[in-house]
Structure formats: C-alpha cells, structure tokens
C-alpha cells in the first residue's frame, strides 16, 4: 500500500478569512480519499527576502517553509492579484524558495478564483517565478475558478457543488497526471 499523498496549501493572501484561503480549505475538504491536504500559515513569519539571510541555517520561519514544500507531495496555489501582480508578501515566500531545492520538480498548480477578465497578472508572474523554482507546474490541474462571497457557508467553506468537484477534479490531476 503507498503513502497518501500530502497536498501543500499555499495562500498568497493575508486577509483573515480571505476567499483565497476558503478556495484552499474548500479543497482541504473535499480532496479525494487518502490525499492529506496541510494549510500553510507562516505567510506573515517570513522575514523579507535578502540573500544575505539565506544562510545555513536560513531564519526559523524560512526552515519551517522548506520543511513544509519538502514533505509535499503536491503543492496548490491560491492568491490574489494586487496591483496587476503577486501581492509582495506572496512574492516574498516564492523568493524564499529560490534558494532552496525543496520544490525543484514538485507538482505545482494554482487557482485563480478572481472574478472574470481579473487576476491575470498574478497569473503570469506566478507562472515565471515557478519557472525559476523548478517546480513542475502541472498544467491541467491549474484553473480559472471565480469565486463569489455569496459562495461562501458559516464556516467559510465553498458551498456551491460545481466549484467544490472542480476543486476535487483538479487535486487529483495535481496528485495523478495524465
């Protein structure tokens, strides 16, 4: 019998209760049997980037971050567009990684649930950062997924049943490609 596979949730938002981390705890919550998903929450521990501080060992919260992408299996990217771009604490943590082989060749895709004809930006910056990561974006598993607040239950979960099975669609091409 073969391990589960563990998903790595990473939110570029620092919103309490942001959509983007409702999209990823949504997809925590309907990830298909046996797949572990684990939200990533030291966004706003990390240092900001200089590469002097890239040292051995880098800071604590930097540590924790490459622990987290190296026990991975997977990885899943939900984050919103500010200023036609990556917010810059989400560029920060993808600086961090740079450095480090933890998410060279890992499985990576993402979720854009901007509304239509927004987050673009974010789309395409995140696209050329992965690509100087080596992450292995996984093309079929990234999507266009709006999501409205109207969406959202008490407990911050996505309600709506199209969203929440292409959620679950997406996690299994991440952790099975064709």
């Not at 919550?29 to 521990?45: I, M, N, P, S, W």
């Not at 919103?80 to 560029?91: N, V």
């Not at 395409?124 to 990234?142: F, I, S, W």
């Amino acid at each position: 019998m073969s391990t589960p596979p563990v998903i790595l949730l990473l939110s570029g938002s620092l919103r309490t209760g942001s959509s983007n981390e409702s999209v990823l705890r949504t997809a925590g919550a309907v990830a298909h049997a046996g797949a572990r998903t684990v939200l990533y929450d030291g966004l706003a521990a990390l240092p900001h980037f200089n590469p002097d501080d890239d040292t051995d060992p880098p800071p604590a919260a930097v540590r924790e971050l490459r622990a987290a992408i190296d026990t991975a299996d997977a990885i899943l990217i939900c984050t919103p567009e500010y200023a036609g771009t990556l917010p810059g604490s989400f560029k920060n943590l993808l600086d961090w990684t740079v450095g480090g082989t933890e998410i060279s060749d890992k499985p990576t895709a993402w979720v854009n649930s901007a509304a239509p004809g927004r987050g673009q930006g974010a789309e395409e910056t995140l696209r050329q950062v992965l690509g100087y990561t080596g992450a292995t974006v996984v093309e079929p598993a990234c999507a266009r997924i709006p999501v409205d607040r109207a969406m959202l239950g008490t407990d911050g979960l996505i309600t709506d049943e199209n969203v929440r099975r292409q959620l679950a669609e997406l996690l299994e091409l991440l952790t099975n490609p064709r």
